[in-house]
C-alpha cells in the first residue's frame, strides 16, 4: 500500500535554513513521523501568512504534501509559539541546545511519541521559567533524553561534561551550542 500524498502531522520547528529568495528548509520533529526536512515554500515572502507560524522552537499543527526530494508545507497552524522562552537569552540558548541534541541524536523518519512529549514538556517549562540553574537543567533534560533513546540505563548518572563528552562521541562532532552553555554557567 502506498503512502498519502497528503498528510497532517504535529510537530515543532528545530532548525531552519533558506533556500532561495522566498524559500526555507525546516528540520521538524513531529509527534508522527520522528525528525523530517521539509521545505516552506514562498515563506520568506512578506505577504507570507505562514511564516508567524514556521519559526523555531514553534509547536504547530502542519498539512504536508509528498515531494520527489522535500515534503512541503501546505498549511499550518499553531498549538503554542512559548512566547516566555523568546524574552530570556538564557532560555532561547537551553532551547537551542535541546534542539540540536534532538536533531543530532535522532535518525530521519523514526517516530518517538516520548521524546516529543519531553521536548514539549522541556519547553513549557522553559517558556515559564519553571527551572531554577540552566545548566542543571541542561544536565537533567539531556540525562533524560539519553534514557528515553537508550543511550545509557536509567540509572546512570553523570555530570554535565561527562553528558557533553558522550553525546559528541555518539554523533561524531562537537555541539555547535557548547559555547552558548558554557556562558550559562
Not at 37 to 54: D, E, M
Amino acid at each position: 500500500m502506498q503512502s498519502p500524498r497528503i498528510y497532517k502531522a504535529e510537530a515543532i520547528i528545530l532548525k531552519r535554513k533558506i533556500i532561495g529568495e522566498t524559500d526555507r528548509i525546516l528540520i521538524i520533529f513531529s509527534k508522527q513521523y520522528g525528525k523530517i526536512k521539509v521545505i516552506a515554500k514562498g515563506i520568506r515572502r512578506t505577504s507570507s501568512k505562514r511564516s508567524p507560524h514556521l519559526e523555531l522552537f514553534t509547536h504547530v499543527d502542519l498539512v504536508l504534501h509528498k515531494g520527489k526530494i522535500w515534503d512541503s508545507v501546505s498549511e499550518v497552524n499553531t498549538i503554542e509559539i512559548f512566547q516566555g522562552l523568546r524574552k530570556h537569552l538564557s532560555r532561547i540558548s537551553i532551547a537551542y541546545y535541546l534542539s540540536e541534541l534532538v536533531d543530532r541524536l535522532l535518525p530521519d523518519r523514526q517516530e518517538h511519541a516520548d521524546v516529543f512529549a519531553f521536548l514539549v514538556e522541556s519547553f513549557q517549562i522553559l517558556n515559564y521559567g519553571q527551572y531554577k540553574k540552566g545548566r542543571e537543567f541542561c544536565e537533567q533534560r539531556s540525562l533524560i533524553l539519553l534514557k528515553l533513546l537508550g543511550y545509557i540505563p536509567d540509572t546512570q548518572v553523570m555530570d554535565f561534561l561527562e553528558i557533553q563528552a558522550f553525546i559528541e562521541n555518539i554523533i561524531g562532532k562537537r555541539l555547535n551550542t557548547h559555547k552558548l552553555l558554557t556562558k550559562l554557567s
